[in-house]
């Protein structure tokens, strides 16, 4: 049975057990599976408890790291900017000797196209 089969009616066929089987396959957050959202009608109490669990659970979540970054901000603030400025200038620097490298390039390619197309 393909994935999307799966997700409508589970490994079982339909019912309870078909339906669980379709939210481990949603985007949560979303609430879309394979073939957009599922109706409320396909979803008993349990399927919404365990869906609505685990957006919760995703918001906490966030809401930690958003609060471990602040943390993170204030303590090692400084250092990080300034390992992030070495990073970028570096970046740039790559990035700008790669420009330079690709026009010699091209320039030499016109060369060798000259040299072979005279007769």
Known sequence: MDESRKWCMGEKGMGREG??????GMDVMGMHGPHGP??????????MMSMMNHVFMK???KVLKEKMMKRIEAKEGKKLDAAADLIVDHMLEHF???????GKKKELMEKLKDIF???
């Open 19 to 24: 339906m669980r089987m379709g939210m481990e």
């Open 38 to 47: 599922p109706s409320m009608e396909m979803m008993g109490p349990m399927d």
């Open 59 to 61: 918001a906490k979540m």
């Open 96 to 102: 700008q000797g790669k420009m330079e490298r690709m």
């Open 117 to 119: 197309m005279e007769e």
